[in-house]
Every structure is written in C-alpha cells, then in structure tokens.
C-alpha cells in the first residue's frame, strides 16, 4: 500500500487516501483527513536561505534582500548584453559581439562598469540600474569605435576597476 497525502487548502486537498501499489490489486480506499505542513512550503533553496538570515535577525542590508535585487539587476544586464540590447539606442548599428569575442577581458570590463556604477538603496533595490547600463554601454560604444559617444563624459578610473 502507498499513503499519497496532499496538503491542505491546495487544489488536491482531501484527496488524500490509501491506495493499492499496483493497479491489479483491488482494496478498500480509506479517506484521510487534510495534512497540516508545520510550516510553509520552500519553492527554492534560496527561500530556505532567506528564513534562516531572517530568523538570524541580519539585517536586509546584508542581508538575502540586498543579494537577491543586486543579483536580479546583474542577471537583466547579462541577459541584455547576450541579446544584443544593452544600451539601445546608443549601441545600435554597432555590433560588439564580434569585438568581444576577440577579447573577453573587455566584457569582464563591461560587466565591472555595470556593477561598480550600480548603486543600491537602504532597502538593497537598485536605484540606477539604467544609468549603470548606460556607462557599460558607454565603455562598449568607446572600446568598439575608438570614441565616446556625443554627450557622454569620459569614463572614470574607479569604473573601470576589476576587484
């Protein structure tokens, strides 16, 4: 016999009960009653992180709140510079795949501009992620043509720095 149970208060709940193991054997279904989960289903390993930080009293400064937004905003800027968009309009026309598939040292530098520029709140969301984008596209446009593009000032040291 298999116990299949389903929580409570789900699509499936009360619909838990005794069944035979294979499909030939005929018995007696016996109902049980709704199953109480002491507590909350994880739909992650990183919800299990955040209980624990929260039940460690750390703050979200430091927090998993403040990872998980900076990790969100560096995850969107990957996926934009993989498709092609970062920075648009600014670096339409310019193809900067084929430049940094010579030198990927200048996309860990992209990528280095991206996070140095990013700035979070007190809360650990980003407050100028398009801005940051904007200065790693500035440092592709100005690797790709030799020029910074018109209106942008020049990128500076601390940008630009790899850690």
């Not at 005929?26 to 709704?34: L, N, S, V």
């Not at 209980?51 to 927090?63: I, K, N, P, Y």
């Not at 998993?64 to 990957?78: D, M, N, V």
Request: proline residues 7%.
């Amino acid at each position: 016999m298999v116990v299949a149970a389903k929580p409570a208060g789900g699509p499936l709940a009360g619909r838990a009960r005794i069944r035979p193991l294979r499909a030939g054997l005929r018995g007696r279904r016996a109902e049980i009653p709704d199953v109480r989960l002491r507590r909350p289903l994880l739909r992650s390993p990183y919800d299990a992180r955040q209980q624990r930080l929260l039940a460690a009293g750390d703050g979200s400064r430091h927090g998993f709140t403040s990872r998980s937004w900076c990790l969100g905003a560096i995850r969107r800027f990957a996926g934009r510079l993989a498709r092609g968009s970062v920075g648009h309009p600014m670096l339409e026309g310019i193809d900067y795949w084929a430049e940094l598939r010579d030198s990927p040292s200048q996309a860990e530098t992209c990528f280095a501009v991206f996070v140095n520029v990013l700035e979070l709140d007190e809360n650990g969301e980003p407050v100028n992620e398009k801005y940051a984008e904007r200065r790693a596209a500035t440092f592709l446009y100005r690797y790709c043509t030799g020029e910074l593009p018109p209106g942008e000032p020049e990128l500076e040291g601390w940008e630009c720095e790899l850690y």
